[in-house]
């Protein structure tokens, strides 16, 4: 059995629902009390208008008893020309049932009540008919006395002023509310984006405005903004002296080694060498300031044959696809940046696979780059620690370089990061390796 999920019709951001919440009780309200008013506004009304009505019934009854047979009808004329009511007298009555009306006429309950009440001959009364209230009184002879009355002379004149009013309260009182919401949502939204660029690697001048609320959580994300900057800057500053550092001795040893006897040992300990110098340059690239690159405009077509023609040599089983309706769609990123993050990630997927399959599908909002192979892949448990700075996979596959630090997953996920994206790692249902997949706002 399905149920009614009213949260997927209810507005999503928090102005929309702010604004529910306070137009939904008054739009209520008015309903209720206007309902009310209204009723107790016709209620009194009609029994005004239905008490004068009366007297003139019960007027034209007494003179018509009253009055000579020849007489009678020159009476009916002059009663209708004088109450404006069309009189008639019937020999029997209608075969229409008694005390008529619709189901949604609260007026008319008022009137049957009042006519019962005051005119005690009435046996019938219409309210079903075309804008008339036919009412039906016995006479002495066993024939009736017909009333056929206007119904306007028992309705409120101008009702809808009252409901027109109410609408236009509700607009006005709702415009307002706008105006003030966006004022006070602003702030919000400027933080959000100020918030979201410095996800992407973006410092935004920002200051902070609005309720005292809003300024004290814009002026603690500055607070926080500042100390990630600076963690940022003093890993940068220590990875980068580290590693060149490391490079003269290291450079030495080479030089030492480079004089020596062509030996077995000596090409062993080059090879040590060499894995030490792999290892610093992973620490340069991970300790570089991404953020320096310029963002640049172009198309996904351009962007296509640029990944593809800068990895071409890695190996000749890469498999190349392009999914888009429009080739020439504009996107911002960093080009190489983003080369180096899918540099990372072919690298791994070409060291641990046969086949490799690199597609580049166009969203309505976003680009899908997505990366398969063929390898052993990663186990589902360890998909999270595998982006992680500094850590090995060594039980099940290592993504980085041979005898790397666990670095290369970690720079690939930052870079993405920067323009805004996020890498996520599961199995390539295709291959059976690994899927890497990217994406990237357009």
Known sequence: MKYFKLKKYLPRSFFGRTLLIIILPIIVLEAIVGFAFIQRYFEQVTTQLAKSTVLQMNYVLDRYENT???????????????????????PEKSNIDFFQKHPYDFSGITLIKILKNDVPSIEHIDL?????????????NKSYFKFEIERERFTASNP????????????????????????????????????????KGQSVSYKPTGSIEIRKAGSAFLEMRKRLERQIEQRTQMLSGVSHDLRTPLTRLKLALALKEDDIETKEMLKDIQVMQNILDEFLEFSKNQKTEKVKEISLIDL????????????????????????????????????????????????????IKISVIEKKTRLLIHIEDDGPGIPPEKVKD?????????????????????????????????????????????????????????
């Open 68 to 90: 000579n047979n020849d007489a009678k009808e020159f009476f009916l004329k002059e009663m209708e020309k004088k109450f404006d009511i069309k009189l008639t007298i019937v």
């Open 128 to 140: 079903k008919s075309n804008g008339v209230v036919t009412i039906f009184t016995s006479l002495p």
């Open 160 to 199: 809808h002023q009252l409901l027109v009013l109410m609408v236009l309260l509700t607009i006005i009182l709702g415009f307002l509310l706008l105006m003030v919401l966006r004022n006070q949502i602003k702030p919000i939204k400027t933080l959000a984006s100020v918030a979201e660029a410095f996800g």
């Open 304 to 355: 296509y044959e640029f990944l593809k023609n800068n990895n071409k040599n890695l190996k000749e089983t890469l498999i190349w696809q392009l999914s888009s309706k429009n080739h020439e769609r504009k996107v911002h990123l960093r080009p190489n940046n983003l080369l180096r993050a899918l540099s990372n990630l072919i690298e791994n997927a070409v060291f641990y696979g046969s086949q």
């Open 386 to 442: 595998a982006v992680k700075p500094f850590v090995r996979l060594d039980n099940s596959r290592n993504l980085n370089k041979p005898h790397g630090v666990g670095l290369g997953l970690s720079i690939a996920s930052d870079l993405i990061k920067i323009h805004g994206g996020n890498l996520n790692l599961k199995k390539s249902q295709d291959l059976g390796g690994l899927k890497a997949s990217l994406t990237l706002p357009l």
